[in-house]
């Protein structure tokens, strides 16, 4: 007999591959669109937090500016620079130095004068003939008389410490008359950035415009140019603003960082790749459970839906091979009100004529028995 293949076995493979096909699509897709999401999400939150940084390192700044602009809008200041007595260098050391009390991040609030006098508070020796108008920011000031400006970073000789200036000209009669300006000590703008965290274990640090590291949470990069050796310095400098990936000792990075426009500096970002593969990898081993999970269920109610078609099948078959051996005693039972109780039916029924079509036989072939014997 021609060896086939079981229903029950076809069934279940149908079954499980109808159920397990949609699931790993599912899965896939799902998968890719949570991955989307996330890295869309990681960038704007990222980003979020380097703008508001920026935004908070504008309004300190901003800050200092105008506390310039009441240095060079207090008319002590200008009665000084008119007449330098004793009386009003004490009223206008008094006004420098209330700007200076204002504020423990302003190392020194002085008033440069075009004669070359200096007046610094708190009060410092100053070198032996030194001269203000020699330097650069004053020089600066008086080029761009009426504006404010900033010196780029550097290192302050007497302190150590990592300061910027801010300077403005003082303007009488459409003349430059003198130079005021606050040194501002990084320090504590430099902590708070530094304390700053983006996304999990990311951080925040800036640089100047050439790469020189103002404020990290390692303070032994400070001063440094640590920066421009990373692989993606030249997107960072030569961009406004950006989300990348870079490597870094091996290891895969994102930075997210923008350029703050007062000062050219750089606010700079910095992620671990597993920012976003672990919550990744959790999603998608989340989604091998299910596909694991609903297999077993697919098998379950593959054997449940195959033993419910296959078992009314074998006591069909069974029956018919009972009718094939000769008993037509048997009758078909599958207890179903469905396709499979008709085909019940139709079996027994058919017995039921085969038994007539013998037992009609027999008798015919008893009657030309009978008539032959009578012969």
């Given at each position: 007999m021609k060896k086939r293949g079981k229903v029950k076995n076809s069934l279940m493979i149908v079954l499980m591959i109808m159920v397990i096909i949609p699931l790993l699509a599912l899965?896939?897709?799902?998968?890719?669109?949570?991955?989307?999401?996330?890295?869309?999400?990681?960038?704007l939150s990222s980003e979020d937090a380097i703008k508001v940084s920026n935004e908070q390192i504008n309004d300190y700044l901003n800050n200092i500016e105008s506390k310039v602009m009441i240095i060079a809008n207090d008319e002590t200041i200008y009665e000084l620079l008119?007449?330098?007595s004793v009386e009003d260098e004490i009223h206008g050391r008094n006004a420098l130095d209330n700007v200076k009390q204002s504020d423990e991040d302003l190392m020194y609030v002085y008033l440069a004068s075009e004669d070359g006098s200096m007046y610094v508070q708190p009060k410092v020796e100053l070198e032996y003939g030194f001269d203000p108008r020699t330097r650069?920011?004053?020089?600066?000031?008086v080029s761009n008389k009426g504006k404010i400006l900033w010196t780029e970073p550097y290192i302050d000789d007497i302190t150590g410490e990592y300061i910027i200036s801010c300077t403005k000209a003082l303007v009488k009669n459409d003349q430059v008359v003198g130079v005021v300006g606050i040194d501002l000590n990084l320090r504590t703008l430099s902590e708070y950035i530094a304390n700053k965290t983006i996304g999990k274990d990311g951080y925040i640090y800036?640089?100047?415009k050439?790469?020189?590291?103002?404020s990290h949470k390692n303070k032994e990069l400070i001063g440094k140019d640590d920066a421009t050796k990373l692989e993606c310095w030249d997107t960072i400098k030569n961009s406004k603003r950006d989300f990348i990936t870079y490597k870094f000792q091996g290891e895969d990075k994102f930075a997210v960082f923008t350029t703050n426009e007062k000062m050219g500096w750089k606010i700079i970002g910095a992620l671990n790749e597993d920012e976003l593969s672990t919550d990744t990898g959790a999603i998608k081993t989340f989604i091998l459970i299910t596909i694991a999970v609903s297999q077993l269920l697919a098998i379950g109610v593959s054997v449940l839906v195959a033993n419910g078609i296959s078992k009314p099948l074998n006591s069909l078959k069974n029956t018919l091979n009972e009718v094939a051996e000769?008993?037509?005693g048997v009758r078909a039972e599958t207890n179903r009100n469905d396709e499979f109780g008709e085909i019940e039916d139709a079996c027994n029924h058919m017995i039921e004529n085969i038994r007539g079509l013998i037992k009609g036989t027999q008798e015919s072939s008893r009657v030309v028995l009978e008539s032959s014997e009578a012969l």
């Open positions: 899965g896939f897709l799902t998968y890719n669109k949570t991955e989307d999401v996330l890295e869309t999400n990681l960038i008119d007449n330098p650069q920011w004053y020089k600066d000031s800036i640089t100047d050439d790469g020189t590291m103002i000769g008993n037509l």
